[in-house]
């Protein structure tokens, strides 16, 4: 599940709770301020619970910004950091479009600046 920088636990936890019990919700974290970077880990204990989420949340906004959920194999140690080279997501370094809530413009204001 992606989200805005500043959505807390329990906001998160409210919402997808709606959908069936959750066992187990990891915040994404900055791999170097330990920060939230906008990404979560949102557990059920039965999959139709998740192919709910999916249906009902995925698509809708909170905090102002538009929930998108993805199915996952699994959380594993290690991987609630983010995966780009600054900590933060993959996919905000290759963003075209300005974002405030983001960020700017990811780590494309790097690269063009020739920085990275």
């Keep these: 599940m992606y989200s805005s ?5 329990e906001q998160i ?9 959750i066992k187990r ?16 880990f949102v557990e059920y204990y039965t999959h139709t619970d998740a192919l709910d989420a999916m249906k009902y949340v995925g ?3 909170l ?13 594993k140690e290690g991987r609630q950091y983010g995966r780009g080279p600054t900590g933060g997501q993959v996919r905000d370094y290759y963003r075209e479009d300005y974002d405030p809530g983001r960020g700017g413009y990811g780590g494309r204001e790097q690269r063009v600046a020739g920085r990275n």
């Design 25 to 40: 919700l990891v915040m994404g974290l900055d791999r170097f301020n330990k920060t939230p970077c906008g990404f979560c």
């Design 63 to 75: 905090d102002e910004r538009i929930i998108r959920t993805d199915l996952d194999p699994g959380f």
């Design 59 to 61: 698509g809708t906004k």
């Design 13 to 21: 936890h409210e919402l997808f709770s709606k959908c069936g019990e």
């Design 5 to 9: 920088f500043y959505t807390t636990e």
